[in-house]
């Protein structure tokens, strides 16, 4: 079985630019959460998408959004880019229910904002 | 916050030697899951304990869970160079999300 696969792997942007991030799930798993990685606030949780609706939220501005598609593929878009938000930018996928369970990380998408 | 904090932030030991990382939080939990990271890639799930669970091996890793003291220990047995890396600990709360610590980093020497 495939895992959590993360397009891309890099990014490199500017102040101001907009990104989206794209994360393919195992295949079954309905579940796709979103952290962000830093060397100071380390992991946080973004948010998580279960059949395509918005299951749960963190403490993010609204620049920060996302959504999932039938597939159960996901995507997420930072808008207005600002230095503080280059990170590792991970997710992960499981089958969901009450998302209680393992969950499976992808490697991450890098993206250095300048 | 309901983050777990892991204690020590680092940790630097021989291979053969037992490795163990302490995890506190401040919630109820459902459960409490250590979490692997080799640096700067994804995460690799090592182990779930559920709150009604006390103790719980898997190979060499060894997990307990102390609910009235809030905290977990992940104990590696016999650790080996290739164990070199960071560990978390991520309590999964009644909000239904994970909330993880800053991690131990963990350097095994040859």
């Known amino acids: 079985k495939a895992g959590v696969t993360q397009t891309p792997r890099y990014l490199i942007k500017t102040r101001g630019q907009q990104v989206t991030l794209s994360c393919s799930p195992i295949s079954g798993h309905r579940s796709v959460s979103w952290y962000q990685q830093t060397p100071g606030q380390g992991l946080q949780f973004l948010f998580e998408y279960f059949s395509e609706t918005q299951r749960n939220k963190g403490n993010f501005p609204g620049r920060f959004s996302g959504r999932q598609f039938s597939n159960s593929r996901s995507e997420m878009n930072v808008s207005t880019l600002e230095l503080g938000d280059s990170a590792l930018y991970l997710c992960a996928s499981s089958l969901g229910g009450t998302g209680a369970g393992e969950q499976f990380f992808g490697p991450g998408t890098r993206l250095t904002v300048l | 916050s309901q983050q777990g904090e892991e204690d020590p932030q680092a940790l630097s030991i021989q291979e053969g030697e037992n490795a163990t990382m302490n995890c506190s939080y401040k919630?109820?939990?459902?459960?409490l899951q250590w979490y692997r990271q080799n640096s700067g890639r994804g995460l690799v799930h090592l182990i779930l304990i559920r709150s009604n669970e006390r103790e719980k091996h898997s190979g060499r890793l060894r997990v307990t869970l102390d609910t009235s003291k809030k905290s977990s220990s992940l104990l590696i047995t016999a650790s080996r160079a290739a164990d070199t890396a960071s560990y978390f600990c991520a309590t999964y709360s009644t909000l239904g999300r994970l909330y993880f610590g800053r991690g131990t980093q963990l350097t095994v020497w040859p």
């Open positions: 919630t109820s939990i459902n459960n």
